[in-house]
């Protein structure tokens, strides 16, 4: 793991833009195929952006991984969340036991699923026996973040290491080809975070980006809001600094997404975002390297409030809406089958010539 | 096949209510599985509703059948669709050659495909050589309906046998226990008999309740809204008698439909709607069964202006809202990969207790 700066501009530089040629041929065999045009509504734009990302005409998705990272926040010190830090190790050890709901989703939708330790606190993932759910990654040099409330939550050369490291894991998945890379992530207090990175990123005010995470009550809540206003007041993030606002307000498994992000576009692999915590991140990866945008597909809408005004920042459309509000990669393991379904109508339905059949107008 | 009145009324006293104890069972076990409550959002309701329907406090879904019925449409002589009618049968062949956009998203969901024509024009549909996309059966007693701009699109007997055929075939679906009943339909011309029979169900006027279909322009979409006015003003149905206005403005696989629908909830089976054919076959099912709507879950909301009406009517939420327009059962079977979800996580996931982890509040 490296937190030489040269290696984000590197990185930065190797995300490319989407293949128009691939998106062209796409966009012309979608309207030859057995269905009145545009009929597939929202699947056809998605077909085509697939076809951009892969540079593949007719792309095939046949692998997926759901790269969940985990990692703690000194603010949960604050009592902003309604779990205790340990938590999140006992929900990365759930998830490699398969007992997670991320477990079971990912199953049932055919996806691998890694679970990164990218900054647990304490002893962090006790790996059970069995780990069914899927394998352990351990790529971590801090025990949680500092509490940003009070300060920076990680130097800037710790945020680079992380994302570098989660750079480094999405380009080795995205690199057999063929591969949706889908973002999840474990960290209680995590939303907190996430609200502050949005309020910065977005020009929010606190209590539009702060919801009740986990499940605060209204006083949890007015407490959460104080303490994100805290955070920025302390601070003071500087939005056309993504990588300072990242390690003054963020949190190792943001980081780590924030390259996950960055090297699944590199490698032309499309990326299925999450929720909030995935929401965050892609803010700061698109503030970095805006080419990165064309890759990310919004597997859903969160519940937490924020989310929706990350999505609307970023101008993407969730393909759920479901009032979700789990993380672990749910709501983007949930919309896989979407995405699939995208690539294997363009791919392998029929041409009304190949059919044989009638178009429009041919009566 | 029969038009024994009686076979109707047997086939609504079979449906019971939802199951409450399995219901309450399955929100018990909700409560204690590893996630925050309420995280799964609109899956825990889901994952609620199929306990009730089936019985079962951890309903298991191993199998999933898509039923498309196929047939065809007097008032296509009016110019209300853009594709000519024998584009049905060629359809219906072209999912039974797994050519069609059903065929595709039916393989990749795992879901089997049943092709009825129940009631095609012409010499209906030709069977290819090789039928990996799914069975064919024939209930045909008609070749397609009258214009329903003219008079009564079926004899009251006609559309009874209709239903009793595809209450037939969902209950033998049904029958095997554990097994999803996915709406689908085929039929030029099916979104202007839709169209009457929501406005006389939900009591919208023809120009709320009537669209494009397949792709009418500005001028066709007046004249589809014309005929619309014309069947009901020809017709004067009634919607105090559900079964008269199938007759007079629905259409054969819309009358099947109804029975698909009465007979998965008679078998205690999920019914997933899919556009706005299939909902407003639900109009009628529910108005001649109320209990039938526990059974019923909505794939998806329509591009089609009219299914937000029926559904509201309905008091269902779509799960996917993806502007779709196509029918074939596409907008079901794109929503199955939620309803598995929804009862492998109740199922599935470890309690927190199973998992040795922290609940809310444990800290």
Redesign the interface.
């Known amino acids: 793991v490296t937190s030489d700066p040269a290696e984000l501009c590197r990185l930065i530089a190797a995300v490319g833009p989407l293949d128009e040629a691939a998106m062209a041929a796409a966009r012309a065999r979608q309207a030859q ?11 056809e734009e998605l077909a085509c952006q697939l076809a951009g990302i892969t540079g593949q005409p007719r792309p095939r998705l046949e692998r997926a991984v759901v790269l969940v990272l985990a990692a703690d926040h000194g603010v949960v010190s604050e009592g902003v969340s ?3 830090a ?2 999140t190790a ?2 990365a ?2 998830v490699l ?1 398969g ?3 991320i ?3 990912a ?3 055919g996806a691998a699923v890694q679970v990164i330790d990218i900054g647990t606190a304490g002893d962090g993932v006790a790996a059970p026996a069995a780990s069914p759910g899927g394998a352990l990654i351990v790529r971590k040099w801090r025990r949680g973040t500092a509490n940003l409330a009070a300060g920076p939550a990680l130097a800037r050369a710790e945020a680079l290491a992380a994302l570098t490291a989660g750079a480094a894991i999405a380009t080795a998945a995205a690199a057999a080809g063929g591969t949706v890379v889908l973002t999840g992530e474990l960290g209680i207090g995590n939303t907190t975070a996430a609200a502050a990175l949005t309020a910065v990123m977005t020009g929010q005010p606190p209590a539009a980006t702060t919801g009740r995470g ?2 605060l009550d209204d006083a949890g809540l007015r407490r959460k809001i104080a303490i994100v206003e805290r955070a920025l007041a302390v601070n003071r993030p500087d939005p056309a600094d993504p990588l300072g606002v990242l390690a003054a307000v963020g949190g190792l498994e943001i980081a780590g997404l924030v390259g996950v992000i960055l090297g699944a576009a590199a490698g032309r692999a499309p990326v299925v975002l999450d929720g909030y915590i995935t929401g965050a991140a892609a803010l700061v990866a698109v503030a970095l390297c805006p080419a990165a945008r064309g890759y990310l597909i919004a597997g859903h809408c969160s ?1 937490e409030p924020g989310h929706r005004l990350a999505l609307a920042h970023l101008g993407l459309a969730p ?8 993380g672990e990669g ?1 709501g983007a393991v ?1 919309a896989l ?2 995405v ?2 995208a690539a ?2 363009l791919d ?3 041409t009304f010539a ?10």
């Open positions: 195929l057995i269905k009145p045009p545009g009929s597939l509504g929202r699947l309604a779990y205790p340990a938590v006992q929900m050890r759930a036991a007992q997670a709901a477990s079971v989703l199953r049932q939708a986990a499940g519940a393909l759920l809406d479901l009032d979700l509000r789990l749910t949930l089958p979407l699939r379904a294997a109508t392998q339905m029929a190949e059919a044989g059949a009638a178009g429009k107008g041919n009566r």
